[in-house]
């Protein structure tokens, strides 16, 4: 036999210490590999921790309540090959095994006992599963999207209960306040359980469906999941009332005043708050009385963030006198920040029912309700435009030399490259060269500080449909020539209209591009995508009659490609002159392409 030590994790770079929430087994139980241990926390999220190997869970390192670095060693498991190969063959030292097993384990007390009944009695039941395909379960996880990204919302099931799905197949559809994408299935199997609705949010990490492998016959994996689910049922009544009975109902630490106003780790009925449930209670200033009066909807009555937010929401909303302690608050030095909240709110706000918009209109209207991405720009734009004091500043540009150029290229682009050689990666790379010049247009506000990004990482609009705007974002985008801007802008786009993009693609840029000519538009004034202070807009490209000079003839009209170019800037710390003067700089740049030159 051999021991496996169980760490505490990492999650994140930021994160170096996490909390012991609750143990979900015990000393002599039994585990089999990736079942849930325990659950931790740290401030930025709760999370379950799966066991490494299967075997018996020897011993638990670390009580319930107790904070540890990363890495210390909080529990191990004893891994059991002996018994593993008894178990498959017919002969009857499996129990044996077990019964050695469990000896070996400390003794457990009266409390405990139907716990160990059960662990000794267990390896009699699976032994036949252990031959039948249609046992094995792979479970789904809500991926994790982003360092910054903590949790995600289901917005649709692709697959049903049952549904056979292979390796890779599209299983639902996922979104984040960045993006939203489609996951894929990490087996082939069958759909066996769904564990979240669509419009649930849960956190990264979380098991949100369980995928069954199919069965000889085709039948028996579906009841693979209520099969599963009994043994945890059973087991759960029995373990919600050892807490407060056993040495995990730790006091409440007799160092700190028993005062409404500090946030303990235990509450006196007995219940742990997590080191989240804790931030966001400090950060909003709840009282502890406050606090342990929430209902918990958690393991064993638990207060979640969910619970914590939704008491909040109908706090903001409640007469003062509802609340029997309401006579203290007007002393409480937090009363001003709850009467006006400290920032503005610019979510989209529910409409009127379809009945009162008819009466409002008439019948003859349509209501369709905002998407989410519909909603997130909404909220976005909106935001961006009580933020920074927009100017826009237009000029018009002759791009006949790279109009030609681009035509003399395009089709060997095409079979070089496999990419379409259009006219963002020129408009990108004419705003970058203009930006080495004008290092304020790649800046940002905090404050009254302006910080001067020194990379260039350019964002590039893209239109999914009908349905919204994207801007994915080139980093350092001053490192690449045209064709790796080509391709760079060809891949993100093909990605976008996919639902491919992840989180981070979209964070971070410092400068955005957005090419309206493709669509048809002479010119547009463009909202500034925060926290960047500039935005350039580019137009249709359109044959004019135009004033050129000629050297013998001087002023003569000729046709060329002319198109006009529109800057939205950030009127708080860049002026009319920078703007005009980073405009001229992106027609000279777009003027100066022509054919002679090498830029591939």
Do not use: C
Request: charged fraction near 30%; avoid cysteine; glycine fraction near 8%.
């Amino acid at each position: 036999m051999a021991h496996v030590d169980v760490e505490m994790p990492k999650m994140g770079e930021s994160i170096t210490e996490g909390t012991v929430i609750a143990w979900h087994k015990q000393p002599g139980d039994r585990v089999e590999q990736d079942e849930i241990l325990l659950e931790i926390g740290t401030d930025k999220v709760d999370t379950e921790v799966p066991s490494p190997e299967g075997g018996l869970l020897t011993e638990t390192l670390v009580a319930e309540g107790d904070t540890v670095e990363v890495g210390t060693i909080i529990a191990r498991v004893e891994t059991e090959p002996e018994a593993t190969e008894a178990a498959t063959s017919d002969q009857p030292p499996a129990a044996d095994a077990a019964t050695e097993a469990t000896a070996d384990a400390p003794e457990p007390s009266a409390a405990d006992a139907d716990d160990t009944h059960t662990a000794t009695t267990e390896p009699d039941t699976p032994a036949p599963s252990d031959t039948d395909p249609g046992s094995e379960e792979v479970e789904v996880v809500m991926p994790k999207m982003g360092e910054s990204i903590t949790e995600g919302t289901v917005i649709a099931w692709y697959k049903d209960l049952g549904d056979r799905v292979r390796v890779d197949e599209t299983l639902l559809e996922i979104g984040t306040d960045k993006v939203d994408t489609e996951v894929p299935s990490p087996a082939e199997g069958i759909l066996a359980e769904k564990r979240v609705d669509e419009g649930e949010t849960v956190e990264v990490g979380t098991v949100i469906a369980v995928l069954a492998a199919e069965a000889e016959d085709g039948a028996a994996a579906p009841q693979t999941a209520p099969d599963a689910a009994e043994p945890t049922s059973a087991e759960e009544p029995q373990r919600s009332s050892a807490p407060p009975a056993g040495d995990g109902a730790l006091p409440p630490d007799s160092s700190k005043t028993a005062s409404d106003e500090s946030i303990q780790r235990r509450g006196s009925d007995g219940r742990f708050y997590s080191p989240l449930v804790r931030s966001i209670a400090q950060e909003e200033g709840l009282r502890m009385s406050e606090l342990e009066s929430i209902d918990g909807s958690g393991r064993d009555g638990r207060v979640t963030k969910a619970d914590v937010m939704a008491y909040l929401e109908t706090r903001e909303d409640a007469p003062a006198d509802a609340d029997p302690s309401a006579p203290e608050r007007p002393s409480s030095p937090r009363t001003a920040p709850e009467e006006a909240p400290s920032r503005p709110d610019y979510s989209v706000a529910e409409g009127p029912s379809k009945d009162a918009l008819r009466q409002q209109y008439g019948d003859r209207i349509e209501v369709q309700p905002m998407d989410r991405m519909r909603k997130m720009t909404a909220e976005h734009m909106v935001r961006s435009k009580a933020t920074s004091a927009h100017v826009t500043s237009f000029a018009e540009a002759d791009v006949t030399g790279l109009v030609r150029l681009r035509e003399h290229q395009k089709d060997a682009f095409m079979e070089r490259e496999g990419v379409k050689l259009t006219y963002t990666p020129f408009f990108v790379k004419a705003a970058v060269e203009a930006l080495r010049e004008h290092p304020i247009l790649n800046a940002s506000v905090e404050g009254d500080k302006i910080v001067l990004k020194k990379d260039h990482h350019v964002g590039v609009a893209v239109a999914i449909g009908t349905k919204g705007l994207l801007a994915p974002v080139i980093r350092n985008a001053g490192d690449y020539n045209v064709t790796g801007l080509a391709r760079k802008a060809a891949h993100m786009a093909e990605r976008a209209r996919n639902k491919e993009l992840q989180p981070d693609e979209l964070q971070g840029g410092t400068f955005t591009v957005t090419n309206i000519g493709s669509l048809g538009s002479l010119m547009g004034t463009p909202i500034i995508n925060q926290p960047q202070v500039g935005i350039l807009a580019t137009g249709a490209i359109q044959k004019r009659p135009v004033v050129v000079e000629e050297e013998d003839l001087g002023d003569a009209i000729a046709v060329r490609h002319m198109m006009y170019l529109s800057l939205s800037y950030d009127h708080r710390i860049i002026d009319g002159a920078m703007g005009a003067s980073y405009l001229q700089h992106v027609v000279a740049e777009l003027e100066a392409f022509s054919g002679d030159e090498d830029l591939f």
